[in-house]
């Protein structure tokens, strides 16, 4: 088993920057990849982005590229989310996530093995 635990969300007018964090515990890997989802109310999970568990190699979505980056810190086990030029249709609950198991950088919600619990992002205009 693996727990996420994730961190960092709140209340941030657009423009602003919030970083996130998700904590891993349990049976972690070295390989395999994780990523950040998003949920808005009334929507479907969205990927946001992804990258392998050394951090050497990473994927976004077209609409946070160049705004979002995540980043790792393998000795603390725990994955980043760092989201600078917010704006209000950023507004959700975001998920970090882990695949076991390498296969590519995947946007796909059911490729993901283990989910945290979310932690919510609100942009204010």
């Known amino acids: 088993q693996v727990q996420l635990v994730e961190s960092g969300g709140g209340l941030v007018q657009a423009g602003g920057s919030l970083r996130l964090s998700c904590a891993a515990s349990g049976r972690t890997f070295s390989t395999g990849t994780m990523a950040w989802f998003r949920q808005a109310p009334g929507k479907e999970r969205e990927f946001v982005g992804a990258?392998?568990?050394?951090?050497?190699?990473?994927r976004y979505a077209d609409s946070v590229k160049g705004r979002f980056t995540i980043s790792t810190d393998n000795a603390k086990s725990t994955l980043y989310l760092q989201m600078n030029s917010l704006k209000p249709e950023d507004t959700a609950v975001y998920y970090c996530?882990?695949?076991?198991?390498?296969?590519?950088?995947?946007?796909?919600?059911?490729?993901?093995?283990?989910w945290g619990q979310g932690t919510q992002v609100t942009v204010s205009s």
């Open positions: 990258t392998t568990k050394t951090g050497t190699s990473s």
């Open positions: 996530a882990t695949r076991l198991i390498y296969s590519g950088l995947t946007s796909l919600v059911r490729a993901y093995d283990y």
